[in-house]
Every structure is written in C-alpha cells, then in structure tokens.
C-alpha cells in the first residue's frame, strides 16, 4: 500500500523568508501524481501545487515550487517570500495514475506558522 | 466555480445515536470521498463512491456506511455514534481522470 510521510509536525518561518516542507511517499507504481494541499483555519482544503511523476520538470505555482526527487521518492514544497498568508496545515497527497483507483492517500501534515 | 457543500459545520450527537452527514456536489463529478481527519494522523478515508449506487470501502470504514442514491449527494452514515468518532469529516469530489479533488468545509461532530 501506498503511504505518505510528513516528518515535521509543525514549522516556522518569518514573513518574507523562504520555508521548505518536507514529503517522502512509498509505492511501487511507476505512474502517479503528488499533490499539496493546504488547509488554513477557515478548514477549506485548497490545492497548492501538483506534479506529474512522468514530468522532470518541478512543479512552480507563483511563490510556491517543489523539488522532486522521484527515485529517492521525495516531494518538498517550497514556499518562498512567506506571507502572513501562508499559515496553514499543509498536506501532501499521493494518487495513482492506472488501475482506476481515484483515492488520494494523504501525509499527517505539517503546521507552518508564519511570524511578523 | 466548484461548490462541495457539506449540510452542518459543527454537529453534537450523543452516543447510540444513528447520525447522518450530507454531501452536495455541483458539478457533475463522478467520484466522491469521506475523509475523517485527526490532530496528528492527516486525512484518512473512510469511503468512496465512483458513481451512483457504486462504493469502495477506504482505509477506516468501520462504524460507517455511506449512500448515494444520486449523483450529487453522497452520505455519511454512523449506525451508532460512539465518542471514539468524535472528529472532523471532509467531504471531497473529483471528476475522473487526473484532476484535483474539491473539498467542502468541513464538519467537526462531537459525539458526548
């Protein structure tokens, strides 16, 4: 079974810093997608950024970008010039691209704190 | 813009009771999902749904059933709430192939 792993329960970073999360996930496909998601208090998960397995190219959404590292199966999101913004639990995610299973198996989060 | 709705953001039910948590979807989506999520163990899924009638139990589905009877709606069910099912429940709806899942906001039962 697939399983993601968020090692850093929580983070802290100051406004206008860069941050780096952490993500590391276990399959044997050789065809999935990764996801960040991040969930502010508000409780609306929203999708941050994905990345394609096939794909070499990282991933980049405006401050945010990933570093993929498909054989050593790591996924880190980078979130650069941090706003007050971006505090938030982030979550990774891990889905299968064949076999029709649509689920997404997420990691236990990490709690960034953003700090004026 | 894609809506998830979930009927109650904050739910108290008392112990033995049969509770139901509604889910609404807007935009046609084929699959759907119930997450329970915890401090410290994430989003774990309870169940899925791939289209109407059609279910897949998830990683945690004891204690729980599920309906969905149309597209759109996909219900939560506990036959019997017990307090070890006090947490928050996410609903989320994806349309098939590889896209994003849309999240509702949520809600936080506490069974007493």
């Known amino acids: 079974a697939q399983t993601v792993t968020q090692s850093q329960p929580e983070m802290s970073v100051q406004e206008a810093e860069t941050v780096t999360l952490s993500c590391t996930y276990d399959?044997?496909?050789?065809?999935?997608?990764l996801f960040w998601y991040k969930q502010p208090p508000s409780r609306q998960m929203i999708l941050v950024i994905r990345q394609e397995a096939y794909k070499q190219q990282n991933a980049t959404e405006n401050r945010f970008s990933v570093n993929f590292q498909k054989a050593a199966k790591s996924f880190s999101l980078k979130i650069s010039d941090s706003q007050l913004g971006d505090a938030a639990m982030y979550f990774c995610a891990y889905r299968r691209t064949q076999g029709g299973s649509e689920k997404l198996v997420f990691g236990k989060g990490t709690k960034l704190t953003v700090n004026p | 813009d894609v809506k998830v709705t979930q009927s109650s953001r904050y739910l108290v039910k008392r112990t033995g009771e049969k509770v139901f948590l509604e889910c609404v979807q807007d935009?046609?989506?084929?699959?759907m999902f119930w997450y329970r999520q915890d401090p410290g163990l994430g989003l774990r899924l309870i169940y899925f749904?791939?289209?109407?009638?059609?279910?897949e139990k998830g990683d945690i589905p004891e204690g729980y059933s599920v309906s969905r009877e149309k597209k759109e709606r996909f219900s939560l069910i506990l036959e019997s709430a017990s307090t070890n099912q006090t947490s928050m429940y996410l609903c989320?709806?994806?349309?098939?192939?590889?896209?994003?899942?849309?999240f509702g906001q949520g809600t936080r039962l506490t069974v007493v």
């Open positions: 399959t044997s496909e050789s065809d999935y997608y």
């Open positions: 989320a709806s994806k349309p098939g192939g590889n896209t994003e899942a849309f």
């Open positions: 935009m046609d989506h084929e699959n």
């Open positions: 749904s791939y289209d109407v009638k059609m279910k």
